[in-house]
């Protein structure tokens, strides 16, 4: 899939923007605060209907505007398709092909996106939520049933943990109990589900992250990748695939452990808590990786995602590379550049393209960015 036409309206700092891209590499230079990373954000947002640098879109929204608008023009399968998002205080609309989709399940998934960004180095060491917010974002993108139940599962999580803490006056009443067992199988049916296909999933980038650790760090490193649940743990089991992981003994564990769970007004074990843990040379990379691994793991894991979606769509994503070479060195830079693949569509933005391989740029459209002003920019 390509990015043929990208347009912008009242988005961050554009009044209106509207650009032909490369089917291959586009690059985006200028000093920092002028709208770069807008262009990055704008095409995440036409991928995942929501931005990655905001928990609220309406910031997207130009000062003094109510609302802004992005599109672009996607080759897809050898077809032009029209994709459209606006953001207004009112909330979203979407279409794909002039059809208006109503829910965010219904957008998501047309246009798929790898986005490396400075903030992604924070993976390894990061907050759990880093971690479980990777993979939700990477199955958000090929499978519309994974991104429902996982909708699915917050809103019975939340109803579950506010039903906790009502019960917290009275925490041994009959009835209410009754009611908490109910609500914990509907949970639990959806937990197993998403444990199962994470699981799965770490194994099948684990895979390929495996391969990429070792052509980055000339064979040195071996890394691996295994998911943490919650669960799992509690049931002192390995393995999805174990008998005790049934829908029986997670809600009767549940059940046992439900007078913490409302002591404390929320719900301790499932999907939720999972975590992924990383190890080098099997120490764990959290506590003993050095700053130059953690960055190494992270390149792994997003070469890793391009060869993921591929195998799982039949389709290349867009690469999209926000910022992020100032902060790798030399080597580091040299196998991301070499390893991005002409079939792959890759936007880049950076200070300057003094660190940009002469031969990329004489290949690539290279554009100077100015205060929202943007030129094509012809390398000499």
């Known amino acids: 899939m390509k990015i043929r ?4 309206l009242y988005f961050r700092n554009y009044t209106s923007l509207n650009i032909a891209t490369h089917p291959s590499l586009n690059i985006f230079f ?9 262009i990055v954000e704008s ?3 036409l991928s995942l209907g929501k931005s990655y640098r905001t928990k609220s879109d309406t910031e997207c929204i130009m000062f003094g505007e109510d609302a802004a608008a992005m599109s672009c023009v996607l080759n897809k399968n050898n077809k032009n398709l029209d994709i459209m998002l606006g953001i207004s205080n009112k909330g979203k609309s979407a279409k794909i092909a002039g059809i208006k989709k109503n829910k965010l399940t219904e957008f998501v998934g047309e246009l798929n996106v790898v986005l490396f960004s400075p903030e992604d180095l924070q993976i390894v060491k990061g907050s759990p939520s880093l971690r479980r917010e990777f993979i939700n974002r990477e199955f958000y993108q090929f499978s519309r049933i994974y991104h429902k139940y996982h909708l699915m599962y917050q809103h019975l999580l939340k109803q579950r943990n506010s039903y906790l803490k009502d019960m917290k006056k009275n925490p041994k009443d009959e009835i209410s109990l009754t009611y908490l067992e109910t609500l914990t199988s509907q949970l639990v049916k959806i937990a197993m589900y998403i444990t199962r296909e994470r699981v799965s999933f770490v194994k099948d980038i684990a895979k390929l992250a495996y391969e990429n650790m070792l052509n980055i760090s000339n064979g040195n490193e071996i890394l691996e990748i295994k998911y943490k649940s919650s669960i799992l743990d509690v049931l002192g089991v390995s393995s999805v695939s174990d008998a005790k992981f049934s829908e029986e003994n997670i809600v009767e564990l549940m059940m046992k452990k439900s007078f913490d769970d409302i002591m404390r007004g929320n719900t301790k074990i499932g999907p939720h808590q999972d975590d992924l843990e990383f190890f080098i040379n099997n120490l764990e990379a959290r506590t003993y990786a050095s700053q130059g691994q953690q960055r190494s793991i992270v390149l792994s894991l997003k070469l890793s995602e391009i060869h993921y979606l591929k195998q799982k769509t039949g389709d290349y994503p867009i ?5 992020v070479l100032s902060e790798l060195d030399k080597n580091r830079q040299l196998k991301l550049l070499d390893a991005i693949d002409e079939n792959v569509q890759t936007f880049i933005t950076t200070p300057s393209i003094t660190d940009i391989k002469e031969d990329l740029l004489e290949k690539a ?10 030129n094509v920019f012809l390398p000499k």
Do not use: P, R, S, Y
């Not at 100077?368 to 002003?373: F, V």
């Open 5 to 8: 036409e990208l347009k912008l």
């Open 30 to 38: 200028g000093d920092n605060a002028n709208g770069k990373t807008n």
């Open 43 to 45: 095409i995440f947002c």
């Open 319 to 323: 690469l999209l590379l926000d910022d």
């Open 365 to 374: 459209k290279v554009f100077k960015i100015d205060n929202g002003n943007i």
